[in-house]
């Protein structure tokens, strides 16, 4: 199968894909997502006796990281096998990897190696903590950078002790980054020719993403805590018991304060001193937020949303995973892709949340098998049937 491009926004660009488990395939799917012909690098199964490092083939997780790739296998421990990759990287745009910082090195497959048989290539790497630095040995877990990147201690409810977010944010957003990154890079290339060297952390994808928090401490000089399902510095803003259920509500400023207040027939609560100003509300928010409750209470979480968005006052529900997909705004958009799975059948993936109006892209091809490519890849980067069949029995692929 020669490459099928998703889309043909990035599909002049090769990428050679040396990443695994989340943060790096994360990156990768978003340039073949968007067209690029992405060339995944897998270890020969030979040599992986103890099973994939990530999420298992077939699973759910991995075909949602690992589509609109081909697979190739490749030792890269067996110096004919890097040879190989140099020879690829010759002719690619770009490589990512996730390895720890040494590895690379060790294996001989770092940037400057690559980008001294190819000054135009754009080389990524993302890993835990940095390329330098005291802690570059360390190997990077997602629950790890957030702890270590204070977005645990401002999770949960007051008092609570520390709590992770339900998603690995730190491995999803320097995966991001690394795209982003590379993208920007390959925009440069075409001023200067030249490649370069893009690094991305789970540690500083975090730190990034504390946001207005971290200036809170950086700027203001404050420490922020745990607010639970509470807004840090916004009242009424948070999620609300109804007749049924649970609804979230965001009341920011004094116009939406007023038409709130209005909608939910409360002109006692506008006529409270000490819920004047927004600095009043937070300083009496668990009173304000009993008396709203207490309010709530009357009608089924339906009757209110229907109120609030008559009255501008901007709230949603709280919807379980099954009703996300449930809901019709998110069926318009269509970020629920389907595509024909050879060993799972039609199975629906997360799309792009992302959409361009000349060059869409689509999940044209589902996750490979490990290798499924690599005679065709190799086929066409000039090796010849016998090379192919030479390296096969020397098992470097």
């Not at 203001?220 to 509470?230: L, S």
Request: with cysteine.
């Amino acid at each position: 199968m020669a490459h099928r491009p998703a889309s043909q926004a990035l599909s002049r660009f090769t990428v050679l894909d040396l990443t695994r488990v989340r943060s790096g395939p994360t990156a990768v799917r978003q340039l073949a997502d968007w067209g690029a012909n992405v060339i995944k690098v897998e270890i020969p199964e030979h040599l992986e006796a103890d099973g994939a490092l990530g999420a298992p083939r077939h699973s759910s997780d991995f075909q949602n990281l690992h589509r609109n790739k081909r697979s190739i296998t490749l030792d890269l421990k067996d110096p004919r096998g890097v040879a190989v990759l140099k020879r690829l990287a010759e002719r690619c745009d770009v490589v990512v990897e996730n390895f720890r910082p040494e590895v690379k090195h060790r294996l001989g497959v770092d940037y400057e190696t690559l980008g001294a048989v190819n000054p135009g290539l754009v080389y990524a790497s993302i890993s835990g903590f940095g390329q330098d630095g005291p802690y570059r040995e360390r190997p990077g877990f997602d629950q790890i950078a957030q702890g270590m990147g204070g977005l645990m201690s401002i999770t949960g409810l007051p008092g609570q002790g520390p709590v992770r977010v339900g998603i690995p944010v730190a491995d999803l957003c320097a995966g991001l980054f690394c795209a982003l990154g590379v993208l920007t890079a390959l925009l440069e290339r075409e001023q200067s020719g030249k490649g370069q060297w893009v690094q991305s952390t789970l540690l500083e994808a975090q730190v990034f993403m504390l946001d207005f928090q971290a200036v809170r401490w950086l700027v203001d000089g404050e420490v922020p805590g745990q607010a639970g399902n509470n807004h840090p510095t916004s009242t009424p803003t948070g999620v609300y018991e109804t007749r049924d259920g649970h609804i979230n509500i965001g009341v920011a400023g004094e116009r939406i304060w007023r038409r709130f207040c209005d909608a939910i027939e409360a002109k006692d609560l506008l006529d409270t001193p000490e819920y004047g100003t927004n600095a009043g509300r937070l300083k009496h928010r668990d009173r304000l937020n009993a008396e709203i409750n207490r309010r709530l209470q009357r009608h089924d979480s339906k009757t209110w949303l229907e109120r609030f968005h008559r009255a501008s006052v901007p709230c949603g529900e709280i919807n379980s995973i099954d009703e996300v997909f449930a809901d019709p705004q998110v069926e318009h958009l269509g970020i629920a892709q389907t595509v024909d799975s050879p060993a799972l059948g039609r199975i629906a993936l997360v799309g792009q949340p992302v959409t361009l109006s000349r060059t869409p892209c689509t999940i044209e091809t589902p996750p490979p098998e490990r290798g499924e490519h690599t005679d065709e890849v190799l086929g066409e980067f000039g090796y010849s049937g016998d090379e192919i069949a030479e390296l096969r029995r020397c098992n470097v692929i």
